[in-house]
């Protein structure tokens, strides 16, 4: 089970930190990570962690503003966002993996989260 928190609203040029806690099957996690879907678009890669290797990724829309990061102790995986802008306005969603696979493929992931509303008003 994943559950994230953490949205909210915010000004633009603002920063939140979204949050993804694991529970149940963490221990075959390969990997988690977050995609994004605005309003009337598809669901999109954002960044993800490989727990195996601690590689990191991200969408370039994103890079360098984005950070992705995990507490072991916890099975906790968070979403350092800053410099935030009305484009990054959507729902956030947390989702894991249990095997290899393309990291920003949707497909390759089981398990997803609720989502989190994150909203940048400029």
């Known amino acids: 089970q994943l559950i994230e928190s953490g949205g909210g609203l915010v000004q633009a040029g603002g920063s939140l930190r979204l949050s993804c806690a694991a529970s149940?099957?963490?221990?075959?996690?390969?990997?988690m990570g977050w995609f994004r879907q605005a309003p009337g678009k598809e669901r999109d890669f954002v960044a993800a962690?490989?727990?195996?290797?601690?590689?990191?990724y991200y969408a370039d829309s994103v890079k360098s503003r984005f950070t992705i990061s995990r507490d072991n102790g916890k099975n906790t995986m968070y979403l350092q966002m800053n410099s935030l802008k009305p484009e990054d306005t959507a729902v956030y969603y947390c989702a894991a993996r249990y095997t290899s696979g393309t990291y920003y493929s949707e497909d390759t992931y089981a398990s997803w989260g609720q989502g989190t509303q994150v909203t940048v008003s400029s």
């Open positions: 962690f490989s727990w195996n290797s601690g590689r990191t």
């Open positions: 149940g099957r963490t221990a075959s996690t390969y990997s």
